[in-house]
């Protein structure tokens, strides 16, 4: 299966929430993609990076109250894999290219309803592998101004 490309670039994907989701999706975030969709040179502090953005993704679920996870490609030395206040965030079992998309993957694979879990990626491969599984997919900038919309009211931000 091919997915179509938007305007900006990303994937064309399906309807926002899953019926089976009671309303809320459950989040699988490709934690690296999301940094990526905005150019802030992260890349100069890709840990900072991931700490910023944990922080940022507490801030929205605790706000939203959705479930989300976060996955990551590597663990900065001072993160443990476990919840960090509102979100869940793990990080890739393996290392090299694409390790948290195959974790992504692996993760939906065991869900006993991958169909109510909704995976944040622009990356087209991972969007169709995780379709396959059932899963729905959101892009990246699209999570991200979701994200930043929720945040402009939170007076901790």
């Given at each position: ?24 999706p459950r989040w ?73 998309d195959d974790e ?18 622009s990356d087209r ?33």
């Amino acid at each position: 299966m091919t997915a179509a490309r938007g305007r900006s670039g990303d994937v064309v994907h399906g309807p926002e929430v899953t019926e089976d989701s009671g309303g809320r999706p459950r989040w699988l975030v490709d934690g690296m993609n999301l940094i990526g969709s905005r150019p802030d040179r992260w890349w100069n502090d890709r840990d900072g990076a991931v700490r910023r953005l944990i922080a940022e993704l507490d801030r929205f679920a605790a706000a939203t109250g959705e479930d989300l996870t976060v996955v990551f490609d590597r663990r900065p030395p001072d993160l443990d894999p476990r919840r960090h206040g509102a979100v869940w965030v793990a990080f890739a079992s393996r290392r090299g290219r694409n390790a948290a998309d195959d974790e992504i993957v692996d993760m939906l694979a065991v869900d006993p309803e991958p169909a109510c879990a909704r995976v944040v990626t622009s990356d087209r491969r991972l969007a169709e592998r995780v379709r396959d599984l059932g899963a729905g997919v959101e892009p990246s900038s699209r999570f991200r101004r979701r994200v930043d919309r929720v945040l402009q009211g939170d007076p901790y931000r």
